[in-house]
């Protein structure tokens, strides 16, 4: 666990349920039409050009996508967090960036810094993509291939820099303390839990992160590998853990939260299927 204060105060959220980022689709005008979620995802978005190259060639295949450019990604963050923060619903929200980027090299991505930044300064959480399986972006190492073994290498470069960033932009400030956590969304059953696990483990990847968002999905099924996310549970027992797959009804997320401290939503959002949520406060 990165830092305990961060587990403290989302321990606390009453509200357990999640809008999860939709690429293409959770912006602030979509988001801020809701009130019944203490956390709502934003992205994914770019913060380098190989990943930018890459969601608009994902665009191109009919894909929706937020493909924002780089120069002018901070003040567009900053407008879409302001505008769900002062709308009458997204106000009641923790707001959480869904992220994705390789090039940590501030003279060939120059706006990195800035970007990652304005991201600490205007959202709550930031989730780092582990979880994208478009072969446009698993074909540069990221997304789901960043919690394989091969992959752990990246995933720590990248976290570290995160991280680093993360305090650094407290410098100047009076509370030290003033950091906002860092999640990673993955999918289930890419890898096994086991070797998941193990990758994890081995390279100290709970020192850079406070929470997991994951996605359990169950090849072949059209329910959640609540097993797997089991695993995760027991074998991780002091971060956050925001489960996500399939949850369509108060008693889908209830069987969820066994296992995580919230459950996220989309397609039963998408489909106006939302009446349910409001019982789980």
Same mark, same amino acid.
């Given at each position: 666990m990165a830092n305990l204060k961060h587990y403290q105060k989302l321990k606390k959220l009453k509200n357990k349920i999640v809008l999860a980022p939709m !690429?293409?689709?959770?912006? $602030?005008? +979509?988001?801020?039409?809701?009130?019944?979620?203490?956390?709502?995802?934003?992205?994914?978005?770019?913060?380098?050009?190989?990943?930018?190259?890459?969601?608009?060639?994902?665009?191109?295949?009919?894909?929706?996508?937020f493909n924002i450019p780089l120069n002018k /990604? &901070?003040? *567009? @963050?900053?407008?879409?967090? /302001?505008?769900?923060?002062? &709308?009458? %619903?997204?106000?009641?929200?923790?707001?959480? !960036?869904?992220?994705? /980027?390789?090039?940590?090299?501030?003279?060939?991505?120059?706006y990195l810094?800035?970007?990652?930044?304005?991201?600490i300064e205007n959202c709550d959480i930031i989730e780092f993509n582990c979880h994208c399986r478009q072969p446009e972006i698993t074909n540069l190492g990221l997304g789901q291939e960043l919690i394989t073994k091969k992959g752990m290498k990246n995933l720590c470069n990248i976290l570290k820099f995160i991280k680093d960033t993360n305090i650094i932009r407290n410098i100047n400030i009076t509370d030290s303390d003033n950091s906002i956590p860092v999640f990673i969304k993955i999918r289930a059953n890419y890898i096994s839990s086991e070797e998941l696990i193990k990758n994890f483990e081995e390279n100290s990847i709970m020192? *850079?992160?406070?929470?997991? #968002?994951?996605?359990?999905?169950?090849?072949? #099924?059209? %329910?959640?590998?609540?097993? %797997?996310?089991?695993? @995760?549970?027991? !074998? +991780?027992?002091?971060?956050?853990?925001?489960?996500?797959?399939?949850?369509? &009804?108060?008693?889908? $997320?209830?069987?969820?939260?066994? %296992?995580?401290? /919230?459950?996220?939503?989309?397609?039963?959002?998408?489909?106006?299927?939302?009446e349910w949520i409001k019982k789980i406060k």
């Open positions: !690429a293409g689709i959770t912006d $602030a005008k +979509f988001c801020k039409k809701f009130d019944n979620f203490g956390i709502i995802c934003i992205g994914a978005y770019n913060l380098d050009n190989e990943t930018l190259k890459a969601s608009f060639e994902i665009e191109n295949r009919g894909r929706k996508e /990604f &901070s003040e *567009y @963050i900053k407008n879409e967090t /302001f505008e769900i923060k002062n &709308s009458p %619903y997204g106000k009641n929200s923790l707001i959480s !960036a869904n992220i994705r /980027f390789k090039d940590l090299d501030l003279k060939s991505n120059p810094l800035d970007n990652l930044k304005t991201i020192d *850079y992160i406070d929470g997991i #968002h994951i996605d359990c999905f169950n090849p072949g #099924h059209n %329910y959640a590998d609540l097993d %797997y996310l089991k695993d @995760i549970r027991i !074998a +991780f027992p002091d971060i956050i853990i925001i489960g996500n797959n399939s949850v369509k &009804s108060v008693e889908d $997320a209830k069987k969820m939260l066994k %296992y995580c401290d /919230f459950v996220s939503v989309a397609r039963c959002v998408l489909s106006n299927n939302i």
